[in-house]
């Protein structure tokens, strides 16, 4: 019998399992995918949002604000990166301007802080490459950028050090609400727990439709992007957005934290929950959208097309908290965007919200917030390379020749708690693929090695889901 079981190892399900493995409890997360941050916390715009954007008294509000500020101690300690770069929120005309007006008071009454209206002059001198029909903005200094998967992959090796097990590949089928607990029935058997921390992303309305009558509906709704190649480094300093409409953020363009320019995203209802396919026509509204808002961007510089989906909850806001008619049961649903910037603290309320079903959670004396820093050899001196090199040749092996990862980096990747099984569980680690090539030359020697390392045939190696094989068989 687990005390917590967490359904889905997302960014939510991550954090609230770091979160409570500070706890003497026991927790067991498990996910249907063959990797942590599979869902939406793989494919979104990785922005660290100020909090102007949400309606006020809101969760999604309430949960920005004060999640903002707590990205800096979380990602020292895990080692993730994060650079609080600020954003700007553009307008074209005077309609604009009053929609930037009305963002800046949402602002102030949500409690961000350091947030002002700028002329078009002092938009230019921040980001000298906005469109000539610029006439201002809305600057906010504390939204930043993250890496997304690698916080979530870093909050799961932590949450393991301190004692969290870890189940992949495990499909929630069926829960039964039995006397004082839950059956929890999956592909892979059946696990006792005395509560569900329901973070199934697109299917948690699912989830808790098994368990309450209280029903919800999650809609998908897809965002599709353009990650441009590193050479427009450079291109904006900030975070570019235009004004909301009411689908949306409208389209970015932001840096990331590795140096590339991410463009995007579109809002589109979707039928299917896990359709991350991208079109044309929606690319190319994209395309005319993020012109208007930066100058002279080489579209020819594309390195690849993405999309993510969102989890839109039919009551307009996150789904927090118990449902009235299943203790035990904690949704924590509907965490559409800004998800990501509220995960810190979405985590530290479920948290006490077990803290008090348990009557007092007791601390653990020997928890360990800091994970393993894996090395990246390129941030490395000549000296600290070469002294690596002799204790392990692997590092003096580059495999990926855009990005610069050594054989000794993906094979730390896959031997780590929460370690790598498919190519793009690497590149998530330490992005062999991400580069201009995009896995053009590196991508069967990454097989070879996931399949040495394994100990599985180079044809058992899939890309992602689990039957996304590359090969089929040998031709000679
Ligand atoms: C296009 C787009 C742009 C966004 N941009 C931003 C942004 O810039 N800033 C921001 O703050 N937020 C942003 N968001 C929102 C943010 O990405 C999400 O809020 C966040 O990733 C949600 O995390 P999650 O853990 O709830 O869901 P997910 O990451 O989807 O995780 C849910 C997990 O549950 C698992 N699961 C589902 N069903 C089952 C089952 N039956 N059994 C076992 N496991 C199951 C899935 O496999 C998945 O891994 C964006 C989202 C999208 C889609």
Not at 313 to 330: C, H, L, Q, V
Request: net charge positive; aromatic share 6%.
């Amino acid at each position: 019998m687990y005390d917590i079981t967490i359904v889905g190892a997302g960014i939510i399900g991550t954090f609230i399992a770091r979160e409570i493995s500070k706890y003497n409890i026991s927790i067991l997360l498990i996910d249907k995918e063959n990797d942590v941050a599979n869902g939406a916390t793989k494919a979104n715009t990785a922005l660290v949002h100020a909090g102007y954007d949400a309606p006020t008294n809101t969760n999604m509000a309430y949960f920005n604000v004060r999640g903002n500020p707590m990205f800096d101690k979380v990602c020292e300690e895990l080692d993730v990166p994060f650079k609080r770069i600020g954003s700007l929120v553009l307008a074209f005309d005077d309609k604009d301007m009053d929609i930037i007006k009305n963002l800046y008071q949402r602002g102030l009454n949500n409690g961000v802080k350091d947030i002002k209206i700028l002329d078009r002059k002092a938009t230019k001198k921040l980001e000298p490459n906005i469109g000539d029909d610029v006439i201002g903005a809305l600057y906010a200094k504390s939204a930043g950028i993250v890496g997304p998967w690698e916080l979530a992959i870093a909050l799961a090796e932590n949450a393991i050090e301190n004692g969290v097990k870890l189940s992949l590949n495990t499909k929630v089928e069926d829960i039964k609400r039995l006397d004082g607990h839950y059956l929890i029935k999956t592909n892979e058997g059946e696990f006792n727990s005395k509560i569900i921390v329901n973070c199934a992303g697109v299917y948690a309305d699912e989830l808790n439709n098994i368990v309450s009558n209280n029903k919800f509906k999650i809609t998908p709704r897809k965002g599709q992007y353009y990650l441009m190649d590193k050479s427009l480094d450079g291109l904006i300093n900030k975070i570019v957005f235009q004004c909301p409409t009411p689908k949306g953020k409208g389209v970015v363009v932001a840096p990331t934290v590795h140096g590339n320019v991410i463009i995007g995203p579109d809002n589109e209802i979707r039928r299917y929950k896990d359709d991350t396919t991208t079109e044309k026509d929606n690319l190319n509204y994209i395309r005319e959208s993020a012109n208007r808002s930066i100058k002279n961007i080489a579209f020819n510089k594309v390195i690849t097309t993405f999309a993510g989906v969102r989890a839109d909850p039919n009551t307009r806001d996150f789904i927090i908290g118990e449902a009235e008619d299943s203790k035990g049961f904690i949704n924590v649903a509907g965490i559409k965007s800004p998800g990501l910037t509220c995960s810190p603290a979405i985590a530290e309320y479920v948290v006490n919200l077990i803290d008090e079903k348990f009557n007092g959670l007791e601390k653990k004396d020997d928890f360990n917030p800091i994970r393993k820093k894996p090395i990246r050899f390129m941030e490395l001196s000549d000296e600290e390379k070469n002294l690596l090199i002799k204790k392990d040749p692997r590092y003096g092996n580059i495999i990926c020749r855009c990005e610069n990862i050594t054989e000794g980096e993906i094979v730390d990747a896959i031997h780590r708690k929460a370690g790598a099984t498919t190519v793009d569980g690497i590149k998530k680690r330490v992005r062999p693929g991400s580069g201009r090539c995009q896995g053009g030359f590196c991508l069967p020697r990454v097989m070879d090695i996931l399949a040495r390392e394994q100990n599985i045939s180079m044809e058992n190696i899939t890309k992602d889901s689990p039957s996304s094989y590359y090969l089929i068989g040998k031709t000679k």
